[in-house]
């Protein structure tokens, strides 16, 4: 089932794509970024509550610069000095972030019109061809994203892409998740579990500088779930830094396993994030304030937290952690899988 959700400046229409489960679990995908704009799940009375922000337009979506719900490529997260050396040569990016380039550069992949390959009642495919030097990258490269809600009331995220030179590739979604319902306030009373003994350290422009940081006995150790806000202030410097939760975490094992868990006691909604990536950034929407989002709702610092499915922050410049290098020809798939429950 699809519906009108909007015109852009360029008179493009944009569609939404509603996919659902008979547990009364709703997702709506657009084809302007392929973004996720709404997650619907009943709360512990049955009511049913969106858990995302976003927009209620497409216009939202293509003014916001706080990439609510969007598909994040060709490399998520930081790439130090906008530049990088593949096989002997060095590419130049667009630097986004001050002397770096975050998730891929000025042209941003959530500001495209991609193509449906197919759409189901469950179930949505979605395909973009990103040309060889696009966003500074080399190699023709064809990407897929595919949203299926199951009936475990799971919201299943499979990405596939094959590019005809080797190339540089950390795909993620940058959905903020608030299980007490999009524009209910702070997350800050909100229970996180991450299953990792490790963060990657980083300067103050959020690059890691190659150390990997126990988390025992540090405001970073989320292994017993506990409130967002608890430590969210503490003195110490790499929460300094971030102004809150904005870190890499090094996810145990190796994998299809989960990574994380969120929980709200007023909602009774229970998330569990799973991936088959080596690392998860949590993000506590630092930067978000005074955003206008969805029915009228107005988004502030902390509203809402990210868990960004990943290869590590800047690792084409750190040997020791695994490379987002896909070979030229050869296929790249990954799944990330956010579950609800009611706890």
């Not at 990792?196 to 690059?207: C, H, K, W």
Request: overall charge negative.
């Amino acid at each position: 089932m699809k519906r009108a959700f909007g015109t852009l400046k360029t008179k493009e229409k944009a569609e939404l794509y509603l996919l659902k489960n008979e547990k009364g679990m709703e997702v709506a995908i657009s084809d302007y970024g392929a973004t996720i704009v709404n997650v619907i799940v009943p709360d512990k009375e049955g009511h049913p509550t969106d858990v995302v922000l976003g927009y209620d337009d497409v216009s939202g979506y293509e003014k916001g610069d706080r990439v609510f719900g969007a598909f994040v490529g060709r490399v998520a997260n930081r790439i130090a000095g906008g530049s990088f050396t593949l096989n002997g040569k060095t590419y130049e990016l667009t630097k986004n972030d001050g002397d770096n380039t975050l998730h891929g550069g000025r042209d941003m992949m959530n500001k495209r019109m991609w193509k449906v390959e197919e759409s189901t009642d469950n179930s949505v495919t979605l395909s973009l061809d990103s040309p060889d030097g696009d966003q500074g990258f080399p190699g023709n490269l064809k990407l897929t994203v595919t949203y299926t809600v199951t009936p475990e009331n799971e919201l299943e995220i499979v990405y596939g892409s094959t590019a005809d030179a080797d190339t540089l590739l950390n795909l993620t979604n940058h959905s903020y998740f608030n299980l007490a319902g999009q524009g209910s306030g702070d997350v800050l009373d909100q229970k996180v579990t991450i299953s990792a003994d490790y963060f990657t350290l980083a300067d103050a422009q959020s690059i890691p500088t190659g150390e990997l940081t126990p988390v025992k006995g540090t405001p970073m150790d989320f292994n017993e779930a506990k409130a967002i806000g608890q430590d969210i202030e503490a003195d110490y410097q790499p929460l300094i830094d971030g102004k809150g939760y904005d870190h890499n975490w090094v996810i145990r094992g190796e994998g299809f396993r989960k990574a994380a868990s969120m929980y709200s006691d007023k909602t009774g909604i229970h998330m569990d994030v799973y991936t088959d990536l080596p690392g998860m950034q949590l993000y506590t929407a630092n930067y978000v304030d005074y955003e206008k989002g969805k029915g009228g709702a107005e988004y502030r610092i902390r509203n809402a937290a990210c868990f960004e499915t990943q290869f590590f922050p800047d690792a084409i410049h750190h040997s020791e952690f695994a490379q987002p290098v896909i070979k030229a020809n050869e296929l790249f798939t990954s799944k990330t899988v956010y579950q609800f429950s009611i706890q």
